[in-house]
C-alpha cells in the first residue's frame, strides 16, 4: 500500500522555483534516504511532506490512514535547541501537545506513553535529567522519543532531518541501529542525509535531488548510477556495496 505519492510536484519561493519534477511513491515500510548538496531542495520537500509549504504545482498524496497525527518528525538541530533548559521528561511530553486538545494538563495516559517511549529507546534512566546536559546522541534519541510520542500505536510514517549531525561514528551507528529497528516494526521511514555511504547500506530506497529529481530507486541501482559513485567515492571507492562492481559512468 502507498504510503505517500509525489507526482510532478514542484515548489516555489516568491515566484522562482526550487525544486520541480518530483515524482515517487513510497510503500509501507520503506525506507527513504533524500541526498543532495546543500540548497538540492531537500528541505523544502520535507515541508511539502508536513503539509507546512503547498506545491507550485504537482501533488503530493497519502495512503488510506495517513493524517498529520501519524507522521513523526524529527527536526534538525540548531545550537539554541541543544541547551535548552527543561528535563528530558517535559521534551518528549511536548509531543503530547497536538493529543492534549482543550486540557490544561498532561494526562496520566500522556505519562505513561512518555515512560514506555522511553523504555523503548533505551533512555529510561534519564527522564529527569536536563536536556542540555544529555551527549549529542541522547538528545537525539530523547527527541526521537518525542516524535513517537504523537502516535505511539499509529505512526506509519517518520521524518529525520540529518538526524546525524554532529554525532561520532559509534554514536551515529547505535542511532541508524535504532532507526532500522523502528523500519522493521513496520514504520516508513524518510531521512534526509549527507552521510551517502550509510545511507545506502541502511535504506531501500534513494531519492538524489540537485532542485530537481535527478533518481529515486532502489539504493542498489543508485549504486551503479554516476551521481551516485560521485557522491560515495570518496567513502567507499565508488564500488556497490551490493554486488561489487564498479559505478557506471553515464
Do not use: W
Not at 534516504?33 to 523544502?44: P, W
Amino acid at each position: 500500500m502507498s504510503i505517500v505519492s509525489c507526482c510532478d510536484t514542484a515548489f516555489s519561493y516568491e515566484g522562482s522555483v526550487v525544486a520541480h519534477g518530483l515524482d515517487f511513491r513510497l510503500a509501507e515500510g520503506d525506507y527513504l534516504c533524500i541526498v543532495g548538496e546543500n540548497g538540492s531542495g531537500k528541505s523544502t520537500l520535507i515541508k511539502g511532506l508536513l503539509g507546512l509549504k503547498q506545491p507550485s504545482s504537482g501533488s503530493i498524496s497519502y495512503g488510506e490512514g495517513v493524517s498529520a497525527r501519524s507522521i513523526g518528525y524529527l527536526p534538525q538541530q540548531n545550537e539554541l535547541q541543544r541547551t535548552f533548559p527543561a528535563s528530558v521528561e517535559e521534551v518528549v511530553l511536548s509531543g503530547r501537545l497536538a493529543n492534549r486538545g482543550a486540557r490544561p494538563f498532561y494526562s496520566a495516559l500522556d505519562r505513561r506513553i512518555v515512560d514506555e517511549t522511553l523504555i523503548r529507546l533505551g533512555i529510561g534512566d534519564l527522564k529527569r535529567y536536563s536536556f542540555g546536559q544529555l551527549s549529542g546522541g541522547q538528545q537525539q534519541r530523547v527527541l526521537l522519543a518525542r516524535a513517537l510520542c504523537t502516535a505511539p500505536d499509529t505512526m506509519k510514517l517518520l521524518i529525520l532531518d540529518e538526524p546525524m549531525s554532529g554525532l561520532d561514528p559509534l554514536i551515529k551507528q547505535e542511532l541508524y541501529s535504532l532507526i532500522e529497528s523502528l523500519n522493521k516494526q513496520g514504520i516508513t521511514i524518510i531521512v534526509v542525509t549527507h552521510d551517502v555511504q550509510t545511507a545506502i547500506t541502511y535504506a531501500t530506497h534513494i531519492l538524489h535531488l540537485e532542485q530537481r529529481q535527478v533518481f529515486f530507486g532502489s539504493a542498489h541501482e543508485f549504486q551503479h548510477t554516476k551521481a551516485g559513485q560521485e557522491l560515495i567515492r570518496d567513502s567507499c571507492g565508488g564500488h556497490c556495496l551490493v554486488c561489487g562492481l564498479a559505478a557506471q559512468h553515464g
